[in-house]
Each structure stands twice: as structure tokens, then as C-alpha cells.
């Protein structure tokens, strides 16, 4: 690994904008070449270079659910995790919204978040720019949820929350994503996001970088980023040494930015806090870890049973 800081004037931050990286990573999780940078202006981690927007957009159409979930039609205990945690993000936020409230979904998935909404009253939709499980989206699940891109819509306020479920490292610009998701929403309207947190220890140093995560936050850096576009946080839902970040803000018409070149110390000090030995001796981890083998045996047991009542709930009338 070369910890040197590199001047790259061809690839800005896309952050602070910043041109001075500091590669911290040359391998992917499965050991193939992927170069990952950290910006020494603000903190944000990134592929070094960063894909084009045609390469994310041709890479989630036809490669994405094969390459890292091995299915082109969901399986029933993916089907039950979706659900699950749609119905969670759907607890989270519904005292917030107002009945009737547009719901939108960009990178929707099997679309089980955005059914969650829809049979609570919402006027709930998404986009999903993966082809392999629209057909079970639309015709079993009968979630409104269109294959296509963020970028085709339309720049107008009509969405009173947009969500962004673990899609915000996958593109290729996060601030051109943000500004136009700002463009979406109404006054006043919200804007909500999870994603890993690179600053938590929720992998293995060797098994934090693949291709799909083009762009690893903090909740530092992600807030400076929804500032940045013109949000301002509302609610954290999640600790700092949370695996996830999970966040809501709110859409204001201020945009500002607000970066410390102290937090490429601070990021790069939590990513390697643990070695091997470590990480999986934590007393958090190996409860984790025990929790999470008793659920998926649950998962195994329950997940057909679960989908059918699930997918009769659906399409009731």
C-alpha cells in the first residue's frame, strides 16, 4: 500500500474539490486491483479513478445483482430482509409525514421499501436502474417502481421525502446526485439516506473495498456533503461506531461548505484501529455474529412462508 500523497488534477474531490489523495487501499475484497483514496483536504474515500457516469450506469443495468448478490431474481429471504427493513425506515420516519405524503425511492430494489409506504397511506413510488428483479417488483409485488435512471427525471420540486437506502456510494458523483435529488423535493420536504460507515468497524480492513462502493463515508463527510447540496440535518438515527449511517435532513435553500482536513487523520485512525486478531475478538462483534447466524437460520426456516403471506398482503383488491 503507498501511503504518499499524490497531487491528481485530473480527478478532483468531489467533495471539497480537492486534488491531493493519499492512496489507502489497492485491493479489492476479493483480492483483485481496485486503488481507493483518501482526500487530504476533507476525508472523503474514494476509487482513484473515479468511474464515468456511463461506466456506473452500464454497470448497474446488467452486472450489479450477479456480481455481488449472485441472483437475477430475488431469493425469498432477500425478499424478507427488504421487507423488514422497509418496514423499519417506514417506523423511522412515519410520524414526520403528513398522510398522503409523495414518497420516492431512488434505487429501489426489489421495491419493498416503497411498498411499505404505499400500504401505509403514502402516495409511495421509485426508480430502480437494475433490470434482474423488476419483473418481480412489478408483478408480484406490484410496487410502482420504474427501471431507470436519477438523472432522467425531470428537475422539478414534487416529492415531499426522496429516500436513499444504501445507493449513495454507488454513483459516480454524489454531489451531482444530491443536487439533483434537492431539485426533486418540495419545500420544506426531506431527504433520507443510509449507507456503511467507513469510520466504524463493520468489515475487516481487507474486505472494506469493492467496486460497487465507489465512495466511502463518515458521518462527517456525509453530512458536509448534504450541507453542501443544500440539506441540513434533522435527525442521526445511528451512533458514530454504528456499521451504518443513518440520516434524515431536511431541504433548505442554503448550500455551504464546511470541510476539516482533519478527518482523513480521524478516518484513516478508525480504519485501522483493528487487525485481524482484534476485530473479530470484540466482545460487540461476536454478539453481532451470533445474532446474526440465529437469523438466518430464522431466515431459512421462515423466509417462504414470510414472502407468500407477504406478497398476499400486496396484491389484496
Known amino acids: 500500500m503507498n501511503s504518499e500523497q499524490t497531487q491528481h488534477p485530473e480527478n478532483q474531490c468531489d467533495l471539497c474539490g480537492g486534488s491531493t489523495f493519499e ?43 450477479r456480481d455481488y448478490h449472485g441472483e437475477s431474481t430475488p431469493s425469498t429471504r432477500r425478499i424478507m430482509r427488504a421487507w423488514r427493513n ?53 408483478e408480484q409485488l406490484k410496487a410502482s417502481v ?3 435512471n436519477l438523472y432522467d427525471l425531470p428537475a422539478e420540486p414534487t416529492y415531499d421525502v426522496v429516500l436513499l437506502i444504501h445507493v ?29 460507515n467507513i469510520a466504524a468497524p463493520f468489515a475487516t480492513y481487507d474486505r472494506l473495498f469493492h467496486y460497487a ?16 447540496c443544500g440539506f441540513e440535518l434533522v435527525s442521526q438515527f445511528t451512533d458514530e461506531n454504528h456499521p451504518d449511517i443513518h440520516m434524515l435532513f431536511r431541504k433548505v435553500e442554503e448550500k455551504s461548505l464546511e470541510v476539516s ?17 482484534t476485530y473479530h475478538l470484540r466482545p460487540a462483534y ?6 446474526k447466524v440465529l437469523s438466518y437460520l430464522g431466515e431459512f426456516l421462515l423466509a417462504r412462508v414470510f414472502v407468500k403471506g407477504m406478497l398476499k398482503h400486496c396484491n389484496k383488491g
Open 23 to 65: 492512496e489507502i487501499g489497492n485491493r479489492d475484497r476479493r483480492g483483485d486491483e481496485l486503488h481507493t483514496g483518501i482526500c487530504t483536504g476533507c476525508g472523503l474515500v474514494a476509487h482513484m479513478p473515479v468511474p464515468s457516469e456511463e461506466e456506473v450506469s452500464a454497470y448497474y443495468a446488467e452486472q450489479y445483482r
Open 86 to 138: 422497509g418496514d423499519r425506515i417506514l417506523k423511522q420516519l412515519f410520524s414526520r409525514l403528513d398522510k398522503g405524503a409523495k414518497v420516492f425511492e431512488v434505487g429501489a430494489g426489489i421495491g419493498c421499501t416503497v411498498k411499505s409506504f404505499e400500504l401505509q397511506g403514502f402516495n409511495a413510488s421509485g426508480i430502480e436502474p437494475n433490470k434482474d428483479f423488476n419483473a418481480f417488483t412489478r
Open 146 to 148: 420504474e427501471n431507470c
Open 168 to 196: 449513495i456510494e454507488h454513483f459516480s458523483s454524489p454531489t451531482r446526485a444530491l443536487n439533483h435529488i434537492h431539485s426533486l423535493i418540495n419545500e420544506d420536504g426531506y431527504f433520507y439516506v443510509e449507507c456503511p
Open 213 to 228: 462502493h465507489i465512495y466511502n463515508f463518515t458521518p462527517a463527510t456525509l453530512i458536509a456533503l448534504a450541507k453542501k
Open 261 to 277: 482536513p482533519e478527518e482523513a487523520e480521524h478516518t484513516k485512525a478508525a480504519i485501522h484501529r483493528y487487525n485481524m486478531l
Open 286 to 291: 461476536i454478539v453481532r455474529r451470533i445474532n
